[in-house]
């Protein structure tokens, strides 16, 4: 087993603290296993990281790895063929993955298709980043989300639609709480489930260990999340969403950080991945020039590794 000690970079561990230098990153397998001073670093190929940023992986915490980013992504998704879907499903965690984004949450796709794509990048067929599944959103009948989603009426049908998405095999249960600007017909801000009708789904996938996260439309929110796929917000880069964290009150640490250890935790991958630090994931990235003081820098990527693999290097 290769041992890589990433060295020379600026190191912004994730937690929200300053960055600090002269510290080597020592990577064994799909583990960081140290993060050591650079005279303490042990033998390895070693990689100059010099006038770099070194962070952990970015989180997108909302993807529809299914939808094209198109004016209207679910005409487009529906007039093709299943199996061209599960496609395109693959080039984008590809294109996401090589951006520096090593973990994405999809919250609805079609017919299970991101499932066979989670199981191939897992499997290591193919490069891409971590894939937490959701399958169909559960929403009431004629609410937002229905062309991809499970309807549900009353608590009983919404404990079995959460049933069904973690009998094919779901990460986390996605509620349609409120109305979207994706469904035609539907008020964005209007109440859709019932309080009675999420508190069993929401009891459901908690039997089952799954969390859930809720399609609401508001002002405040946790964590990262793009929604990647819907129009005009392409797959890939991570960066437009935090440039506009920064623009609007965020400094660029504190937009990392919701991209990194929060979105990590949020997800309920708190001690698996988002920070760099000794036994989690190695999952990390690199990228020219100061982003604790320029997030821009994070669009010109360096070295990208998915647990442990190289997916872009210098």
């Known amino acids: 087993m290769e041992t890589l000690v990433l060295m020379g970079a600026s190191l912004v561990d994730g937690s929200g603290a300053e960055p600090v230098r ?5 990577v064994e397998g799909d583990r960081i296993t140290q993060v050591v001073g650079d005279a303490r670093a042990p033998r390895g190929r070693r990689i100059d990281l010099s006038g770099c940023t070194l962070l952990p992986g ?10 094209g980013a198109e004016a209207d992504p679910v005409r487009v998704m529906k007039d093709e063929p299943h199996a061209l879907t599960a496609l395109k499903v693959l080039r984008r965690a590809q294109e996401t993955v090589e951006a520096g984004v090593t973990t994405v949450r999809d919250l609805g796709g079609r017919d299970y298709a991101e499932f066979a794509v989670r199981r191939a990048v897992a499997e290591g067929l193919f490069p891409g980043p971590r894939i937490l599944v959701a399958g169909r ?7 937002h989300g229905n062309s991809i989603g499970r309807e549900a009426d009353g608590p009983d049908d919404a404990r079995k639609a959460v049933r069904e998405q973690l009998k094919a095999g779901a990460d986390v249960i996605k509620l349609i709480a409120t109305g979207g600007v994706m469904t035609p ?6 109440p859709q489930l019932t309080f009675e ?6 009891e459901e996938a908690t039997k089952g260990g799954r969390r859930t996260a809720a399609h609401a439309q508001g002002s405040t929110g946790i964590a990262a999340g793009a929604d990647s796929g819907t129009p005009l917000n392409p797959h890939g880069s991570l960066l437009p969403e935090l440039e506009l964290m920064v623009k609007y009150g965020m400094t660029p640490l504190e937009a990392i950080r919701s991209a990194t250890s929060v979105a990590a935790k949020a997800i309920g991958l708190g001690g698996e991945t988002g920070r760099v630090a000794e036994g989690h994931s190695a999952d990390l990235l690199a990228v020219t020039g100061d982003a604790a003081e320029r997030i821009g820098a994070l669009g010109d990527v360096r070295l990208v590794l998915a647990r442990g693999a190289i997916i872009k290097s210098p």
């Open 22 to 26: 002269g510290r080597a990153v020592v």
């Open 58 to 67: 970015l989180i997108n915490c909302h993807v529809h790895l299914c939808f």
């Open 137 to 143: 959103p559960v929403c009431m009948t004629g609410g």
């Open 185 to 190: 017909g539907v008020e964005p801000g209007s």
């Open 197 to 202: 009708e999420m508190r069993a789904a929401i």
